[in-house]
């Protein structure tokens, strides 16, 4: 059933407040929009529920926008080595998740007390394959920091995992991406995409 318009006359709260009398569809307090405002700009009762109602709801949403700004001013003053560091925790933490179940990619080890999520081609010396999947995977602490890598079982460990045709791409990979500069763009969206993929079930 279609509401019918009622004329612009204050009831309940407005009580009293002629309107403009004026049939209308959506009133408040009986009042039409614009006697609804004007009711509260120039009544008594009218300034103290726009101080109750909608002052407090103002004063919310700017202080939550005086926040955003100020989280994006932080953001915005952080330096690209800040952002990778930050971009790595979640990366190397998907790193451990998706290979929770394999052996250490280089020695097979499957007791290690400490897993780390090693690079094969190292990350500071070949920063644009930092966030490469197939160059970082799950590897032991031995391996990864006593053994510097263990760079050359690790190749084998990949062409297993991976096959020959895979590790040469990652090499050539490797050779174009030596010194590459991420921009905060791509570190921000792989932020996301590595939280993401963390809370979805694996």
Known sequence: MKA????????NKAHGYEGCGKEVLNRKFGLCPYCFWDWMQNTEGGRLHYKKQFIPKVES????????????????????????????KPFQKFIRSRDANDACISCETTTAKIWHAGHYKKAELFTGLIFDEVNVNKQCEKCNTFLDGNES?????????YGQDAVLELEQRANELRVYSFSREELKELKLKYQRLLKKPR
Request: aromatic content about 2%.
């Open 4 to 11: 019918k318009p009622k004329a612009c006359k204050g009831i």
């Open 61 to 88: 949403r700017t202080k939550k926008e005086i926040r955003k700004k100020e989280r994006q001013r932080r953001e915005d003053l952080k330096s690209i080595a800040r952002l990778i560091q930050e971009t790595r």
């Open 153 to 161: 079982e690790y190749r084998v460990g990949l062409v297993k995992k």
